[in-house]
């Protein structure tokens, strides 16, 4: 059988075949929540229908179904990101979590007063606000890797911010707020040279590009399920033993436990010692099946997919007279920022809703960025691979109602 065409691609996404305000929804938001093919939804169906139990403690067999659906899709996570061990992947309820988790529990074991934390300019609110509060909890400091006005980091100030206070580096593999690819092999590479651990925010990068953590030498890899046409409510953090080993857990309860006693008690080993309580077992086995499917398409097909996508959207979009694409690097995924001179992305937003066209728009939770740019907010158009090209004809015709609307 030949390579499925993405015409029948899109056809397994249900959601994607329905009107919004009588127009056929042309669906520019995956890069807030991706949409889940038919595959995953029946998978979800099954489990609830099936295996749904607890795991980990049941003798019984529907417990033992839960557990080793759960367990594989460990399995499937270590495989995708080419972890070296299984016990390395622990399961959060998402990107949020997973960073707050590090923030949290390595700022605990490894950041003193004085020490620095070094982010870049281009975090999601989820890479910047733990660790402001560890370190405020710790009198340490953080400092920022800048960006040019493309949206592009300026590696050339790497040396001067990774010091000798620097205790970890905490990057974005690609920014959901511009689109820009890190040069994340880089920046890992020279931060190792110093002996300094290094943080992929991999929220925007897992369901576009390939990923193998060996190959990167990243410390921690962290994502979300529905980002990668799983569902809301799992996520990864993929760390280093070394690093994980010395960390005290995060929470704590069931689970992450070998014994307790009023005593005292001994925790878990990895990976339960980070999985407190009953995870997400169905959004995991979602999860699972989502990397199934992504896997079936391939992540080189679906790069090229996007990019083409992008390629073409950018094109149209920056012919429109008083259209302003923002966040324009050399390197980019197939996130599109732009505004339109005279009119608030809100309003953007609202008209292009209003015709069926789903967009984002605001800040993206990266103010920084905003600020930066010296601009309140944008309209973001983000693509996945399901999309097409009709989907960039409405989006256009949609901006043109905009224009005709406010006059501009
Ligand atoms: N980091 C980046 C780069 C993101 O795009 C997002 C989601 N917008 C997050 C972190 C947070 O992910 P979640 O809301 O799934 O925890």
Redesign the pocket.
Known sequence: PGRRTWEAIRGDFPVLAQSIHGHPLAYLDS??SSQMPQQVIDRLVWYHSTQHSNVHRGVHTLSQKATQAFEDVREKVRELINAPSLHECIFT???????NLVAHSFGRAFLQEGDRVLLSAL?????IVPWQRICQEVGAHIDVIPINDRGELLLETLDELLTERTKIVGV?H???ALGTINPIAEIIERAHAREIPVLI?G??AIAHLKVDVQALDADFYVF?G??MCGP?GI?VLWGKERWLNQMEPYQSGGDMILSVSWEGTTYNGLPHKFEAGTPSIAAGVGLGAAINYLQGIGFERIAAREDELLQRASARLSEIPGVRLIGTAEHKASVLSFDIEGVHPHDIGSILDSEGVAVRAGH???QPVMTRLGIPATARASFAFYNDDEDIDRLVAAIYSVKEIFGV
Request: glycine fraction near 10%; hydrophobic fraction near 25%; include cysteine.
């Open positions: 890069a807030a309820s998402g990107t949020t979590e997973s960073i975090e999601h609110h989820a890479n974005g690609v920014s959901n925010d929220a925007q979300s529905h980002k809301t996520g993206h939770c990266a």
